[in-house]
């Protein structure tokens, strides 16, 4: 497992809603308990949590994952420029700008293991960087 383990948007719905989302919960508890086994970081970039809010109270849930030990990255015109370049480079369009920016923010720290709900979207964004590794809830 690499040193920084990144939640998209299925991730973090898990882990603040779990007896809604069992099995991806559980799925996501694991990573997690092995990311601390190995003090790696666990960071959420913040375009996932566009995804996730939804201004109710089911918010809290998200606060509280996403309130743990600094987790949530800014989003930054290099990650951005690269988020748009592999949308250009695989011709999708704007609908896939968080499962992009995830991937750009997982390649601009060099590499992490990318826990999500959409592995065959994400594994096809990061195909050409190795050092980026897309573990599936489903």
Request: with cysteine; proline share 2%; charged share 25%.
């Amino acid at each position: 497992m690499a040193n920084i383990v990144l939640l998209d948007a299925e991730a973090v719905s898990a882990l603040a809603w779990p007896t809604e989302r069992r099995v991806a919960a559980r799925r996501a508890q694991a990573v997690l308990a092995e990311a601390a086994r190995r003090n790696a970081l666990v960071r959420i970039p913040a375009a996932v949590l566009t995804e996730t809010y939804r201004g109710s109270r089911r918010d809290a849930g998200i606060d509280r994952i996403a309130g743990r030990g600094n987790r949530v990255l800014a989003l930054d015109h290099r990650t951005s420029r690269v988020s748009g370049q592999l949308l250009g480079r695989d011709n999708l369009d704007s609908c896939h700008a968080v499962d992009a920016t995830v991937v750009a923010t997982a390649i601009r720290l060099g590499g992490a293991v990318v826990l999500t709900g959409d592995p065959d979207d994400l594994r096809a964004l990061a195909a050409q960087h190795r050092n980026v590794v897309v573990r599936s809830l489903t």
